[in-house]
């Protein structure tokens, strides 16, 4: 390791010999500015959105196109959740056989209700949330189980 760090330090010295400081520095400030000046453009990307329905978290995948810096800020900053309940959203239940336990007869499975989230619902539900975004579309996200109340 010592060896290591001793030729850096000597490729460092010879280097020096060839290029300025000066440079470098201009280097970083130029690929600095131009880097600010290409967030002003518009981009898509992918973003999982956390969302809560009904005290159930999912995972939701989009696509979204916004400005540079505003997918900077949500990239970096700010957090993608929303809160957004269950009326707000067109749904479906549906009825999916329980996994059945050890030494359990198959016959006598219990039915198992979900809720089946319209994606298109969701992507208008999560657009409202975040204006500043474009929601291009939503991915597949899972089902809630239904609460039996």
């Known amino acids: 390791m010592k060896r290591f760090i001793a030729l850096l330090k ?7 010999n060839y290029i300025s400081p000066v440079f470098l ?3 970083a400030v130029s ?3 131009w880097y600010i000046s290409k967030l002003n453009y518009t981009y898509t990307t992918d973003f999982n959105i956390k969302v809560k329905v009904n005290g159930e978290r999912l995972v939701v995948p989009c696509v979204v196109e916004g400005k540079g810096t505003t997918l900077f800020g949500y990239g ?9 309940p269950l009326e707000e959203l067109n749904y479906d239940i549906i009825e999916e056989p329980a996994t059945p336990e ?12 979900k809720v ?5 619902s969701m992507q208008d ?4 949330r975040f204006s500043d975004l474009k ?7 899972d089902d809630i189980p239904l609460s039996q109340k």
Not at 10 to 16: C, D, G
Not at 116 to 120: G, L, Y
Not at 125 to 128: G, H, L
Not at 135 to 141: E, L, P, R, T
């Open 76 to 84: 970096f900053y700010a957090s993608r959740r929303a809160t957004i």
């Open 31 to 33: 690929f600095t500015l």
């Open 102 to 113: 050890e030494g359990m007869p198959t016959d006598t499975l219990a039915k198992e209700y």
């Open 10 to 16: 000597t490729w460092a010295q010879k280097l020096r």
């Open 125 to 128: 539900a999560i657009s409202v």
């Open 135 to 141: 929601i291009v579309s939503v991915g597949d996200f």
């Open 116 to 120: 089946r989230i319209s994606p298109i």
């Open 25 to 27: 520095v201009l280097l």
